[in-house]
Nanobody
Framework: EVQLVESGGGLVQAGGSLRLSCATSGFTFDDYAIGWFRQAPGKEREGVSCIMVSDGSTRYADSVKGRFTISSDSAKNTVSLQMNSLKPEDTAVYYC??????????????????WGQGTQVTVSS
C-alpha cells in the first residue's frame, strides 16, 4: 500500500524559503515518479513539480521554475521540495503523490493517485 506523509510547511514572509518533505513507503521507490501538487482555497489542485527517481529527471510548473527545486533521496525514500523566493500566490496546501507514470502526465494527474494529508504553506506579503 502506497503511503505518503508530507511535512515542512509553515508561515513565511514573502521572499523567504521553506523545504517540504514527502516520506514514502509501500512501494519500490526507485521505480516511481513522485510529484508535488498544491491547492489554494477556491482553486483547483495544480501540479508543482515531479521527479522520476530512477534517472533524476524533473519537471516544473512555469510558475515555480527557477524558484523551486525537487530532489529525491533513495536511502531515505523521501522527496524534498526546496522553495525559495516565496510569493503570496504560493500559499496553498501542498500534497505529494507517487506513481510510475506520474511525470508523463504532469502537470495533469490521474484519478487513482494516493495522496498524503498535505502540509499548509502560507506566505505573507
Amino acid at each position: 500500500e502506497v503511503q505518503l506523509v508530507e511535512s515542512g510547511g509553515g508561515l513565511v514572509q514573502a521572499g523567504g524559503s521553506l523545504r517540504l518533505s514527502c516520506a514514502t513507503s509501500g512501494f519500490t521507490f526507485d521505480d516511481y515518479a513522485i510529484g508535488w501538487f498544491r491547492q489554494a482555497p477556491g482553486k483547483e489542485r495544480e501540479g508543482v513539480s515531479c521527479i522520476m527517481v530512477s534517472d533524476g529527471s524533473t519537471r516544473y510548473a512555469d510558475s515555480v521554475k527557477g524558484r523551486f527545486t525537487i530532489s529525491s533521496d533513495s536511502a531515505k525514500n523521501t522527496v524534498s521540495l526546496q522553495m525559495n523566493s516565496l510569493k503570496p500566490e504560493d500559499t496553498a496546501v501542498y500534497y505529494c503523490a507517487a506513481d510510475p507514470v506520474l511525470c508523463d502526465y504532469f502537470p495533469g494527474e490521474l484519478p487513482y493517485y494516493t495522496w498524503g494529508q498535505g502540509t499548509q504553506v502560507t506566505v505573507s506579503s
